[in-house]
């Protein structure tokens, strides 16, 4: 926060239109495990990708949730010297990063399995982003191929999607649509950090329209709870409602080269009502398609 107060008051001492120059603002964040001790690699606060607990799922997930934060805290600041906000906020590198040890070669630098633990960050993540879209002008996950939180595996000829792909590919529904706003209420997730109690959201996401079509997508955090939910769209009317959910047996299932679909998304029919009730499953990325009348 301090370097972005300095600079943009550095800035603003050269006059207001040099804010016409600069189109985004850079911040970076990376989740990894920072609490309990219990880690793989306590020194650097980085847990297995494989190998993590209840506390440190949260942990991680916790991480994650700040970015929202970020975003608001370093737009506040930016507002002081920039009030129309000429420069926006781009997120030029975010994900997981897990210690070394579930990388496919020893050469792949920063190399690590990713779970369906990574794709329910991905999922908050990019909801962040969506309700956040008048600051966050750009974000990027930083790695595709091999290296963090990536989107695909490759070892010569073999090839996977990653959960945090299907992710990805669940979200282009939002990609040239009008964020709209969304309000969740879900009782929260309690569990033990540090030998204290700790909370976590229990349903958030981001939805979008164009045209006649809706797109919600949310996720659920809780580990092993479902969580059913009433959805209401105001005096707008469903005509008729898709679903596609990503969910795996825990929170550790992954995709193998043996095993290359052990993760992937699954269709599922919403009848259509007065009330529009789902029922998301345990850590799960879920996209309702919403058609409107």
Known sequence: MNWTRG?????????????????????????????????????????????????????????????????????????????THRTKIIVDEWGSWHAPGTELKPEHLLGQQNTMRDAVLAGLTLDIFNRNAEKVVMANIAQLVNCLQSLFLADGDKFLLTPTYHVFDMFTPHMGAESIRTVFSSPSIIYDRNGKTATFWGLQGSASKKGSEVTLTVTNPHPTESRSAEISLGIAKQKSVRATILSGIDTKAHNTFEQPIAVAPREANVEPGAALVFNFPPASVTRLSITLI
């Open 7 to 83: 600079f943009f008051s550095k800035m603003h001492e050269k006059g207001e239109s040099i804010f016409r120059k600069m189109y985004g603002w850079g911040i970076h964040h990376y989740s990894w495990n920072v609490s309990g001790g219990r880690t793989t690699d306590w020194k650097n606060g980085k847990g297995d990708a494989l190998k993590f607990e209840r506390e440190q799922y949260f942990e991680l997930l916790s991480q994650g949730n700040d970015l929202d934060d970020l975003i608001k805290k370093h737009w506040a600041i930016m507002a002081e010297y920039d009030p």
